[in-house]
């Protein structure tokens, strides 16, 4: 069964999580009519969390073929029916299926038919209150699910796989039933199932795709293993840290340019196992950052050359020859027409701009 990471989103985002107090009755279903590569369960998340492009909406999980997202609390509504304040957004849990062309649209119909199966029961939510997002205001949705609407409903019936509380083998240091994500979560590691993979690949699991038993064999040597610390040092809003050269991808799954590591930032925000730097404003994993060192080689400002791009730092605030920087520099990109020792002079603003304040 796939793993539920709970990444609910914060109050103050009212657009997205209203905070009405909710008893279910009813559980609706959504397409993401999202085909684009990348566009998994994690990715619609990144979308709630960064306010859905200013849009009024919200749902309460996302499925994907590996694994999914919930969002919002079963017990509060979503804005995700289309039917104001009817018992589609205020009494009814909704669940978006992705269709992301590089993953398995049918596991991921599996996984929620799953899904649905383990809230109707924790919910006493009958099999024909479960619907299709059409059923509240007309809108073709579940698109690619409403031509085998019934055969969707038989799968929920058939749904295998348990959805009691995991248990421990009394006894033994085996777990036999327990879940993955929630002991990555709870010694503050990233839990997503591109760094399960990851673990996956360094503690010998061949060919990992996110399965229950696969899920539990990792589970089960990483507790045997090298124990997975904690950081040694607590991050706080403020602090000065050091990203590392060894860090691959960013907390929202973009690839780190070379340019971005080795570097020192400031952190703007921090968020269970992430944090957010304010000079580049992009989330970090904290497993990828540590305390400012400038005594490392890694750490000596990198060399520019006339003809690279480089992007000024949101933080600079003066020009090399001391004028103010406008606000419409900052974090804009430029090209390098000319290098000092300590400076680079940019083309399209033709001004001299130090090293420590582009990257």
Same mark, same amino acid.
């Given at each position: 069964?796939?793993?539920?990471?709970?990444?609910?989103?914060?109050?103050?985002?009212?657009?997205?999580?209203?905070?009405?107090?909710?008893?279910?009755?009813?559980?609706?279903?959504?397409?993401?009519?999202?085909?684009?590569?990348?566009?998994?369960?994690?990715?619609?998340?990144?979308?709630?969390?960064?306010?859905?492009?200013?849009?009024?909406?919200?749902?309460?999980?996302?499925?994907?073929?590996?694994?999914?997202?919930?969002?919002?609390?079963?017990?509060?509504?979503?804005?995700?029916?289309?039917?104001?304040?009817?018992?589609?957004?205020?009494?009814?849990?909704?669940?978006?299926?992705?269709?992301?062309?590089?993953?398995?649209?049918?596991?991921?119909?599996?996984?929620?038919?799953?899904?649905?199966?383990?809230?109707?029961?924790?919910?006493?939510?009958?099999?024909?209150?479960?619907?299709?997002?059409?059923?509240?205001?007309?809108?073709?949705?579940?698109?690619?699910?409403?031509?085998?609407?019934?055969?969707?409903?038989?799968?929920?019936?058939?749904?295998?796989?348990?959805?009691?509380?995991?248990?421990?083998?009394?006894?033994?240091?085996?777990?036999?039933?327990?879940?993955?994500?929630?002991?990555?979560?709870?010694?503050?590691?990233?839990?997503?199932?591109?760094?399960?993979?990851?673990?996956?690949?360094?503690?010998?699991?061949?060919?990992?795709?996110?399965?229950?038993?696969?899920?539990?064999?990792?589970?089960?040597?990483?507790?045997?293993?090298?124990?997975?610390?904690?950081?040694?040092?607590?991050?706080?809003?403020?602090?000065?840290?050091?990203?590392?050269?060894?860090?691959?991808?960013?907390?929202?799954?973009?690839?780190?340019?070379?340019?971005?590591?080795?570097?020192?930032?400031?952190?703007?925000? $921090? #968020? *269970? @196992?992430?944090?957010?730097? &304010?000079?580049?404003? !992009?989330?970090?994993?904290?497993? %990828?950052?540590?305390? +400012?060192?400038?005594?490392?080689?890694?750490?000596?400002?990198?060399?520019?050359?006339?003809?690279?791009?480089?992007?000024?730092?949101?933080?600079?605030?003066?020009?090399?020859?001391?004028?103010?920087?406008?606000?419409? $520099? #900052? *974090? @804009?990109?430029?090209?390098? &027409?000319?290098?000092? !020792?300590?400076?680079?002079?940019? %083309?399209?603003?033709? +001004?001299?701009?130090?090293?420590?304040?582009?990257?």
């Amino acid at each position: 069964m796939p793993e539920i990471i709970k990444d609910f989103l914060p109050r103050s985002l009212k657009n997205q999580r209203p905070g009405n107090p909710m008893t279910p009755k009813y559980i609706t279903v959504h397409n993401t009519a999202n085909s684009s590569k990348g566009a998994d369960a994690e990715m619609h998340s990144r979308y709630l969390h960064n306010g859905a492009g200013g849009r009024v909406v919200g749902w309460h999980l996302t499925v994907d073929d590996k694994e999914i997202y919930q969002h919002l609390p079963t017990d509060e509504n979503g804005w995700h029916a289309g039917d104001g304040n009817g018992d589609g957004n205020m009494s009814s849990i909704g669940i978006e299926i992705c269709e992301n062309s590089d993953g398995d649209f049918d596991k991921a119909v599996k996984n929620a038919q799953w899904l649905v199966k383990k809230l109707m029961k924790e919910h006493n939510i009958s099999i024909n209150n479960v619907v299709p997002h059409k059923h509240w205001s007309g809108k073709n949705c579940p698109r690619l699910m409403l031509g085998n609407w019934d055969e969707f409903i038989e799968g929920i019936k058939g749904a295998s796989g348990t959805v009691d509380a995991p248990s421990q083998q009394v006894g033994s240091e085996t777990v036999t039933n327990g879940s993955v994500v929630d002991y990555l979560n709870s010694i503050d590691k990233d839990a997503s199932f591109s760094n399960r993979a990851k673990l996956a690949k360094q503690y010998g699991i061949k060919g990992y795709k996110g399965t229950a038993d696969q899920n539990l064999e990792l589970l089960n040597k990483l507790k045997k293993g090298k124990p997975l610390s904690k950081p040694s040092k607590s991050i706080k809003v403020g602090s000065k840290v050091y990203l590392s050269k060894g860090a691959k991808k960013y907390a929202t799954g973009e690839n780190i340019p070379s340019s971005i590591k080795g570097k020192t930032y400031t952190v703007q925000q $921090v #968020k *269970g @196992n992430k944090v957010l730097l &304010k000079e580049i404003y !992009s989330w970090v994993y904290k497993s %990828d950052v540590g305390g +400012s060192s400038k005594s490392t080689a890694s750490s000596k400002p990198k060399s520019f050359k006339p003809g690279q791009k480089v992007t000024v730092k949101k933080s600079a605030s003066k020009f090399a020859t001391g004028e103010s920087i406008a606000d419409f $520099v #900052k *974090g @804009n990109s430029y090209k390098v &027409k000319q290098v000092k !020792s300590d400076r680079v002079l940019l %083309d399209g603003i033709m +001004s001299w701009v130090r090293k420590s304040d582009v990257y």
